[in-house]
Each structure stands twice: as structure tokens, then as C-alpha cells.
């Protein structure tokens, strides 16, 4: 394994620079999965059948409780980012224990947000509406909680071998998937709440 | 009892109890053989747990044949049925389930692995690297292909096959009118499956814009690597539609969600474009390899570089991007009004324009070429006729106010057998041929080779071209039986007979290879058919490593330099650095086919152990430290020196 040290350490290998690149081609193939629900969801946003419409069941609240915490999120993995190309160790840990705590909380709400949803009469078998409505909040939700899995196995192996050209290309590629259910999310924020409620 | 009910079948039938006992007698007999013969390690060792590109394409290469006699077995079923008017051979029940795992064995299970098999071997090679850049991914992504495709054929004989055409079209596939556990094979075999298309996809993309040897630019790769590349790219962007689709249809027909009914304000015209909007791209996915294979094998044996190399290139761009804006031509007829038909029309018959560049660029290749008519080139000299009438009928069929009147018929089924025989099979037989030396150290039989050749073309023209004119007739696709009256008996008697003459061409096949194995000569050097292009270079049988050294490329007829002089192999030996072997893709495979029988049959405990399987050997490979082997320079020494020796 050649280690190339002109580079950022997550670059520094050939092998890692293949997975980066792999991950992004990996980020347009989901830019097509959440593309293909969007415009699933523009489809059957008016169908609501028996059930209620978006703007009957939406609540602002845990709504930008959610966002501010997911952008945070995106900002500390930056910061962890940052502190792996420092070498700094303890603080690369801390930014990325950050983020993860601050994903669960997202995912805290997120859970109460569905389960209210169902109290009131919301439920996946109500209408095509609700059914895509959840179905695309669940795969953004799906997609956090196996980060938070990811994420924590990164965080072990950090603390256990360091900061290797491995860890290193392991964390800069989960800031990537990070970052990615970030932008997801301003979509799911900006056209499926916002647009909602208007 | 209760519990077991469910795994039977809702429509026996004396075939299918036959079939059972046939599976039952094959497995018993599998086992048996390599306990007798003390095979377990070495298919553990060499072949379940491999992770080299070279092995891997050849166990999709025989899945690939299995799928091709499971499929056309399928086949011939289908026109013995027609062969008559009022035949009672099959009922309608199970001619419904026959053509649509026909359908899908062929196209997802048949032709996807044909095409990964020649991507697989060939990209590293023709671009001068040591394997992809995910060797265990790789791995993954066949054991994936292989729990779909074993899932997927279980249906049969365990709870019912799927029965809603290969398009499973809603309401149709939903739970009202499709009862059996047939359609939830379909949505979650297929998912299964397409799982691992999607990591082919990323590894070849990947392999191929970081992995070439020094001096292969992108516009100096060979041709069959440039059609891979497009290829994978539309899988990268296609598949994931498929993957909502199939995900959306599993929670209609197991959570009772309305996304495609017609209560509650389920669209069922969403599944149609949905599954189009990948469909159209897919078809691309499968002929653009083709297209690549045909360049190679017709720049060889007319003796002459390619004609119109960026051109070829461009036009595969730009049938790429094509093939996203056609979908609705799939349903003209389903309510989208004039102007998006006429808009569909038009994107529709303009992808004609770019490959007839293609196929003039082959016939300029042909020109003043000396030209050699072997096996593989008859197949792609006789592509490229058959190929364009089965292109004029896609035009017809492009017209959307015309389509009116071909929709649904037999004619369409002629046309898309028209593309895709002479199109993709041709093309996977001719490879299949060519490449074979370079996979096996020996020949195929040419004579028996021809004589398969022109029992395909003869038997395929026979099986087809009558459907063209009893589509126009008016005789309906999919349906189970016709009347004396309505004057469709010969020419599906004819049908009969072409399929019966194909179903001959595919035995001669296998006949062929045991021929060859037992009286083809071993010693045929490095380059049989005097090719040029890089992936002749190395020896044959191709070592572990590929390439002693790595190559040094000036053209894509990289082969052809070193007769004019070139040094394609500067410096001296090194270690190489390869991967390990690996049983984790192996295991997945297994769990992924326990998790998707356990999800047909909505058995959540054992899903949900499933589920945490999965998990378990990604956190597993995650944790894992693994940094390959290196062979020494000594090792390469030993296998080179025997191998230029044989």
C-alpha cells in the first residue's frame, strides 16, 4: 500500500481514492432514488382519497426542530472532517460523537412526528398521499439510522487503530453520505412541508 | 399443516410435480458428486469465495446458460400451446405464469449475466489493470444476481410463480386480482437482484475512470470497454427507479398501502411509467454491449481498425441519453393524449439516428476488409440485417397514432424478438465464441459452430417473421389459445417450427462445448483469432494478475502496435499487490435469499433475523482488516516462464 503524504490523508492511497470516487457515483444513484419518490410524491400529492391533506396534518414545530438539527449535524461532520485532516484525533471523535447524538435526536422527533401521524389518522393504508408521504420521509429517516450504525462503527475503529489513511477515507466518505441526507432533507423541507402548509 | 399450506402450489399440475422431483433428483445429485469426488474445498476455495474478475464472470457465464434453457424451456412451451387452434395443452393460469417468467428469466436472469460475464472478464483486461476496484464488491454483486435469480426460479415449484406479464402491471399484479405469493417473487427477487446490478454498475464505472494503464486515454480504450462504460452508467441511473418501483409494489401487495390501486387515491398508471422509466434504459443497458462485442469481433476478422471510433462513442452517448426520454412509448394507448404521444413519438425515432451511425460503421469496417467468415463474425454478419428489420418495425412501432393498431399484438412481440435475439443474443453467442479461448485455453468446434449458427438464424427467422404479419392480423399477445376461425393456425404452426429449430441450435451449443472439451487442441497461443486489442496481450489461460507488467497503451489497438513495434511491456517485474478471497459475499447471498423467501411469504420473524444477518457482515467487513497479498517477484517469475514454455 503505497501512501501518498502530499495528499489529504483521505486521499492518500490509490485504494482510497477509489472509494471515494465509488461513493460518489454511489450518491447519483441515490440522487435517483429520492428523485424517483419526489416525483412519485408531486404525483399523488393531491391524492388523498378518504384521508387528509398535507396541510391538515402538518405541524411546524417538530418540523424545524428536525431541520436545525440535521443542519447542525451537517456542520459538525464538517468540523470532524476538518479535524481528521489536522490529525487531530480526540477532536475528529468528538465532532463525529457530536454529529451522531445530534442524528439521533433528529430521529427522536422524527419517530414522534410518524407516530402522531398515525394517532391522527394518518397511517400508511389511509391514501396513495399519506402512503408516499411516509414512505419518502421513512427512506430519508431509514437512511439516518443506518448512519448512525455507520457512524459508530467508524468512531469505534478511530478510538481503537487511530487515524489511518483508512479511518481517515471511512469518515471523509461518511461526511459525504452526511452531507448527502442533508440536502435530502432541505428538499423534503422546502417542497414537502413548506409547499405543504402554503 | 396450517403453516406449510402456504408453500403450495395454487395450480398443480403434472408438469410442475415432475419439475419438482427433477430439482429434488438434481440437487441429491449435486451433492452426492462432490462428496464422492471430494470437491467441497476446491468450489469453496476457487470458486465461492473468489474474488477474482476472471472467476466471477465465468459463474455468471453458467448461470447465464442455466437461464437460457430455464427461459427457453419456457419458450418453446409457449409455441407448442399456439402450435394449434383450441390447444388444451396448457390452461390459461399457467400459460399466464410461463410468459411472464419467460420473460423475466430472460431478460433480468439471462441476458444481464450474459452481459456481466463479458463486462467482468474483459474491462480489466482490455484496459490493462490487475481486477476492478472492488474486488469483494464484486463478489457481492454476483451472490446478490445469484439469490434473486434462485429465488426468483423457486416460484415455480414453491407457493406459485408470479402471472402478471414481466411488466406486472397494476392492478393487474395486485392483491385483488394476482392472489398467489407469485407477484411478491417478482417485486423482491428482482429487487434482490437489481441490488447487485447497482454495485456492478458503480464498480465498473469506477474501474474504468481510475484503473486504465498508462497511456489509455479515455478515447484510446477499446470499444467494448467504451460500450460498458455508457452501460453502466444508465445502470446507475436507472436502476434506483426500479428499486422505488419494486419497493412501492412489495408494500401494496404486503402492507396494504394504495400507491397502485384504484381506491384511496392509488395511480396505477405510476407503476407503468415507473417501471418503464427504468425498462426503456434497460433495454440500452443490455444492446449496448452488444454493440461493443460486435465492434471487436467485426474489427478482427475484416482485418481493419474500427471505422469511425468517435462516432461510435458519440452515438452510444447519445443513445444514452435517448433511452431516458422514450418511456411512454411503451403505452401510447393508455390516455396521455396527442401531444405527449407525438413528443414520444419523436424521441422515439430519433434514437434510429444514432445507430444507424453504428450500423454504417460496421458495414465501413466490412469495407475492403479482408474478411474472415468464423463463428463469431456470421453471428454479427447476420446481426446486422436481421438487427435493422427488427429497427424499421421499432420505427412502425414509434408512430404513435399507427401504434394504435399494433399494440398488444403479436407484432410487438416480433419486434422486440427482433432486437433482442439477433441484437443481444446473437451477440453474446459470437462473444461467447470468441472469448471463449481466452477463458478456456481451446477452441470451439467452428463446424459445429456453424451449424449452429444457421439453425438459429434459420429458426429464429421461421419463429418471428410470421408474427409480424399475424400481429397485423390481429392476433393478441398473451393470449392463451385462438380459434380455427380466426385463420392465425399457420402461421403459428410456423412459429412452432422456427422455435422448435432454435430450441435444436442451443442443444448443438452444449453438444459443442463437450465436443470441444474432449477434442480441441490446447496449444493455441496467446492470440487464436490474430485480434488486436489489449486483453490478447497476456497469456492463455490468463494468470491471476493479468498482466505481468503493466502495460504501456498507445492506441486501442494496442495488440496491433506491438507488430509495428511497440513496447507494450516496458520494465521489469515487481510484487503485485492482489485481494483475498473472501466467503463473506458468499454468506450474504445466503442470507439475502432467506430474507427475500422469508419476505414472499410475510414470515416476519425469520425477515427481521434475516435483516440483522445483513447487518451483521457489513459491520463484520467494516471492522475487518484486510490488506491483501502481494506476489512476489519470484512467483511471477515461476508462472510466467511455464506459461510462454506451453
Redesign the interface.
Known amino acids: 500500500m503505497k501512501i501518498d503524504n502530499s495528499l489529504p490523508l483521505e486521499y492518500s492511497t490509490d485504494q482510497n481514492q477509489l472509494n471515494i470516487l465509488g461513493f460518489w457515483i454511489f450518491l447519483g444513484a441515490e440522487i435517483m432514488l429520492f428523485g424517483t419518490l419526489f416525483a412519485s410524491y408531486f404525483t399523488l400529492v393531491d391524492r388523498t382519497g378518504a384521508g387528509p391533506a398535507g396541510a391538515e396534518i402538518f405541524e411546524i414545530t417538530p418540523v424545524l426542530i428536525e431541520t436545525l438539527l440535521l443542519l447542525t449535524s451537517s456542520f459538525t461532520i464538517g468540523l470532524a472532517v476538518h479535524a481528521m485532516r489536522l490529525a487531530n484525533k480526540k477532536a475528529t471523535m468528538a465532532f463525529i460523537g457530536i454529529t451522531l447524538l445530534l442524528g439521533l435526536a433528529f430521529l427522536g422527533v422524527e419517530i414522534y412526528e410518524f407516530v402522531h401521524y398515525v394517532h391522527i389518522g394518518a397511517g400508511l393504508q389511509t391514501s396513495a398521499f399519506t402512503a408516499i408521504l411516509l414512505t419518502t420521509l421513512g427512506t430519508h429517516g431509514a437512511h439516518v439510522t443506518f448512519g448512525l450504525f455507520w457512524g459508530t462503527f467508524i468512531l469505534l475503529q478511530i478510538k481503537k487503530r487511530g487515524l489511518t489513511p483508512e479511518t481517515g477515507n471511512k469518515s471523509f466518505i461518511f461526511s459525504l453520505y452526511w452531507h448527502f441526507l442533508d440536502v435530502v432533507w432541505i428538499f423534503i423541507f422546502s417542497f414537502v412541508y413548506l409547499k405543504g402548509m402554503m | 399443516m396450517e403453516f406449510f399450506e402456504r408453500f403450495a402450489v395454487p395450480h398443480p399440475s403434472p408438469a410442475i410435480y415432475a419439475s419438482m422431483v427433477a430439482i429434488g433428483l438434481t440437487v441429491i445429485a449435486i451433492i452426492a458428486g462432490l462428496t464422492y469426488f471430494k470437491k467441497w474445498g476446491y468450489l469453496w476455495r476457487e470458486w465461492l469465495t473468489t474474488v477474482d474478475h476472471k472467476r466471477i464472470a465465468i459463474m455468471y457465464l453458467i448461470s447465464a446458460l442455466l437461464m437460457l434453457f430455464r427461459g427457453g424451456a419456457d419458450a418453446i412451451l409457449m409455441r407448442a400451446q399456439l402450435a394449434v387452434p383450441d390447444n388444451k395443452m396448457l390452461d390459461a393460469q399457467h400459460y399466464n405464469e410461463i410468459f411472464t417468467t419467460h420473460g423475466v428469466v430472460m431478460i433480468m436472469f439471462m441476458a444481464m449475466p450474459f452481459v456481466f460475464a463479458f463486462m467482468n472478464y474483459l474491462i480489466p483486461l482490455q484496459i490493462g489493470a490487475r481486477d476492478v ?2 474486488p469483494r464488491l464484486n463478489a457481492i454483486s454476483f451472490w446478490l444476481f445469484f439469490a434473486g435469480a434462485m429465488l426468483f426460479n423457486i416460484s415455480f415449484v414453491v407457493g406459485g410463480s408470479p402471472d402478471a406479464g414481466w411488466t406486472s402491471y397494476f392492478p393487474l399484479a395486485g392483491n385483488d386480482f394476482s392472489t398467489s405469493v407469485g407477484t411478491n417473487y417478482y417485486m423482491i427477487a428482482l429487487q434482490i437482484s437489481g441490488l447487485g446490478t ?1 454495485m456492478t ?3 465498473m ?2 474501474t474504468i ?3 486504465r494503464a498508462p497511456g489509455m486515454t479515455l478515447m484510446k480504450m477499446p470499444m467494448f470497454t467504451w460500450s460498458s462504460l455508457i452501460a453502466n452508467v444508465i445502470i ?6 426500479l ?3 419494486l ?2 409494489g412489495t ?1 401494496d401487495r404486503l ?5 397502485f ?1 384504484t ?5 396505477d398508471m ?1 407503476w407503468a411509467n ?1 417501471f418503464w ?1 427504468w425498462g426503456h434504459p434497460e433495454v440500452y443497458i443490455l444492446i449496448l454491449p452488444a454493440f461493443g462485442l460486435y465492434s471487436e469481433i467485426i474489427a478482427t476478422f475484416s482485418g481493419r481498425n474500427l471505422y469511425g471510433y468517435k462516432s461510435m462513442v458519440a452515438s452510444m452517448v447519445l443513445i444514452s441519453l435517448l433511452s431516458f426520454l422514450v418511456w411512454t412509448h411503451h403505452f401510447f394507448t393508455m390516455g396521455q393524449g396527442a401531444l405527449t404521444n407525438s413528443i414520444f413519438s419523436i424521441t422515439t425515432m430519433a434514437i434510429a439516428v444514432p445507430t444507424g451511425v453504428k450500423i454504417f460503421n460496421w458495414l465501413f469496417t466490412l469495407w475492403k476488409g479482408k474478411i474472415r467468415f468464423t463463428v463469431p463474425m456470421l453471428y454479427s454478419l447476420g446481426f446486422i440485417p436481421l438487427f435493422t428489420v427488427g429497427g424499421v418495425t421499432g420505427v412502425m412501432l414509434a408512430m404513435s397514432a399507427a401504434d394504435y393498431q399494433y399494440h398488444n399484438t403479436m407484432f410487438l412481440v416480433a419486434h422486440f424478438h427482433n432486437t433482442i435475439i439477433p441484437g443481444v443474443v446473437f451477440a453474446m453467442l459470437a462473444g461467447f465464441t470468441y472469448y471463449w479461448p481466452k477463458m478456456f485455453g481451446f477452441m470451439l468446434n467452428e463446424k459445429i459452430g456453424k451449424w449452429t449458427f444457421w439453425m438459429l438464424t434459420v429458426g429464429f427467422v421461421l419463429a418471428f417473421f410470421p408474427m409480424y404479419i399475424s400481429g397485423l392480423d390481429g392476433q393478441a399477445r398473451r393470449m392463451y389459445t385462438y380459434s380455427e376461425a380466426a385463420g392465425f393456425s399457420m402461421l403459428n404452426m410456423l412459429s412452432f417450427v422456427g422455435a422448435a429449430v432454435m430450441a435444436f441450435g442451443f442443444v448443438l451449443i452444449v453438444y459443442n462445448i463437450y465436443y470441444s472439451v474432449r477434442y480441441s487442441p490446447r496449444n493455441i497461443g496467446a492470440n487464436p483469432w490474430n485480434a488486436r486489442s489489449l486483453e490478447w496481450a497476456t497469456h492463455t489461460p490468463v494468470p491471476e494478475y493479468n498482466f505481468a507488467i503493466t502495460p504501456n497503451v498507445a492506441s486501442s489497438e494496442a495488440l496491433r502496435d506491438v507488430k509495428n513495434g511497440h513496447d507494450l511491456f516496458p520494465g521489469k517485474y515487481e510484487k503485485i ?1 492482489m485481494p483475498n478471497n473472501s466467503g463473506l459475499p458468499f454468506i450474504m447471498g445466503v442470507i439475502f435469499f432467506v430474507w427475500g423467501f422469508s419476505f414472499v411469504f410475510a414470515m416476519w420473524i425469520p425477515l427481521i433475523i434475516a435483516t440483522i444477518g445483513i ?1 451483521a457482515c457489513m ?1 463484520y467487513r ?2 475487518e482488516k484486510d ?1 491483501g497479498r502481494y506476489i512476489s517477484v519470484k512467483e511471477i517469475e515461476d508462472t510466467e516462464t511455464k506459461l510462454r514454455g506451453a
Open positions: 476496484a472492488f447497482l454498475g458503480i464498480n464505472i469506477t475512470f481510475k484503473m446507475v441511473f436507472a436502476f434506483p427507479v428499486t422505488v418501483a419497493a412501492m408494500m402492507f396494504g398501502t394504495n400507491f390501486t381506491s384511496n387515491g392509488g395511480m405510476l415507473l422509466v499487490h447487518f459491520g467494516s471492522a490488506h
